[in-house]
Structures are given as structure tokens and as C-alpha cells.
């Protein structure tokens, strides 16, 4: 009864709003990436789920982590704009939490008018959809989406994910919040996007921020190693990608900072000879932070449930 309720709240407010309109964003082209970065694609295709919608009746598929997605009748475009017939694919990736996002290397970061910032994040997204391999569009209002919350929080707007060669992802907001209807259980809001939509709002610390640097054993590099600050406080996680060989660091640098105070969680996975190494250290953020941490082997499926448990 819930679902009913949301949906029919949705769709009492697309009747007076226009719904999310971003251009769509399937991501990179081919590129090639390095074989540790090579296993985020391959989680990602891992946390894939696919559907079949027919385009004239419309129809509603529900991921498995509870996000639901509604689509009217004749929802989808063609690129040329005429209304497509016939059944179309749907994919659609959930990464709710910190362990979603560390698995498929998606940070929250956010960009606050040129200036980067951690995201406090209510869940992550990717919509695509297809027909015979061909991308298809959304109509105006095409679809409603929900995307579950235990504590829905009224900051909460609606962002929008441009990803680089490599997989780092970034975010957008969408124009006057993108419409976000918070609901008991939920996230709602209706949409004509596809690509990466993320429920997230910028924090307004006020206090003192850092920069954080990373110093790692010499044999890793940028290549075979991966850093990220998970933020448990905020359902957060970014990457920690500015790396110099000459006193092996990683560093966020002029990227971006966080409130000195805050809790944090260093991880990082290093794919070294065919060995994987992981690092799991938990600190509060000082000013001018640089953390050394110290590796242990691995395998990928202990690094997941490591931090399944973050």
C-alpha cells in the first residue's frame, strides 16, 4: 500500500511541476583502463539489472535494493523525437549505500557552483534504456521514481552524474532541486533523465576545513592503487586521486576539503603482481591531515564484505 500511495503522490505532483530534465548520460566511450580499474566496470556490469518495458503501455520495474521506477504509456523518444513503439530495455543500477558506491567506485562529490564538496548522500542511480542496442529518450514526465529511505531526509535534491574515462563520476544538481518529494520510506520524484541521479545535499559544516593527504609504501602508484575517505556520518564516500611518486601520496590537494572533526574511514584496494592489498583506517580529521597507512592481503571478495561492514 505504501508503493500505491508514493506513486499516486508522484503523479499528483507532475500534474502541477515539470518533472528532472537533464540530458541523457550513458557515460564514457571505450577507454582503456587499468586492470585494477578494470574490476569497478566489471562490478558494474555485475550490478546491471535489465527489464523489458512495452513502450506503449508503460509499465514498472523495482531494482533490488527497493528502488522503483513507473513509466507512463508512450514514455520513450526516439532521438528524432517521434514516440517509440514496441518493447524497450530498461537497466538500472542501485548503489544506496557506502559499500554500493566503494564497489562500483562512484563517489559522492558534488559541485557547489565550481567548488567540490562531499556529498551527504541519500542513494545513487543509473537509468538507461534501449531498443535493439539503441538508446531511446524520455519523454516530459516519462517516469516516476522512487528510491527507498529508512530516515528520508528534507535536504535532500536531486544531482546528476557526468562520468570521466576512467569511472570517476561527479555531480551536478539538477535546476531549483529537481523536484524531490520526500515521503514516508522514500525519495520521489518524477523524471525524464537517464544516466546517473543521485539524492544528495551539500553540508553546510560552517567550521574549519582540511585538506587530506594519504602516504602509501612506495611500490603503489596511481596505477595499481586506489584511495577513497568514506564519510559513515553523512553516506558518504569520495576518491582521494591526486598522487606524487616522489613521497608517495595520495592527496585531495585544491580538489576539495572536509570539516576538520569529522570521522572518516581511509580505504583503499592495490591490485600488485596479480595480489590484492587492502587498507582499512579509521580517523578524525586535524588540520593539514596526513594519515599513513600500512596494507594486508586480500582477496576482492573479503574486500567487499569488509566493507559490507563500514
Partial sequence: MKTKH?????????LVIVACNKET??????????????IFENNLAAATQAFTVNASTGGMVQGLDGTTVVFIPNAFRYANGTVVTGN??????????????????????GNDNGTLKPLTSGGQIRL???????????????????????????????????VDADGTILWDPFDGGGN???DSGAYAFPNDSLGWINCDYFGNWGGPLTTITVT??????????????VFPSINSMTNIGGYDAGPSTFATGTSYAAPVGMGVT????ALINGDYYSSFTNSTLVAGHNETIAYQPTTLAQFNADCQAL
Avoid: C
Avoid at 544506496?96 to 559522492?108: S, V
Avoid at 531498443?131 to 536531486?158: H, R
Fill in 216 to 229: 602509501v609504501p612506495q611500490v603503489h602508484n596511481d596505477q595499481n592503487t586506489i584511495v577513497w575517505v
Fill in 25 to 38: 548520460n550513458y557515460g564514457p566511450g571505450p577507454a582503456t583502463l587499468s586492470p585494477l580499474r578494470q
Fill in 6 to 14: 508514493l506513486i499516486l503522490s508522484m503523479i499528483t505532483v507532475a
Fill in 266 to 269: 581511509l580505504v583503499s584496494l
Fill in 88 to 109: 524497450v530495455q530498461v537497466e538500472l543500477v542501485e548503489a544506496l549505500t557506502i559499500a554500493d558506491m566503494l564497489f562500483l567506485n562512484k563517489q559522492a562529490l
Fill in 128 to 162: 538507461t534504456a534501449s531498443q535493439s542496442g539503441q538508446p531511446v529518450k524520455l519523454a516530459p514526465g516519462g517516469s516516476y521514481v522512487q528510491i527507498p529511505s529508512a530516515n528520508p531526509d528534507p535536504q535532500m535534491e536531486l544531482f546528476s552524474g557526468t
Fill in 180 to 182: 524531490l518529494v520526500i
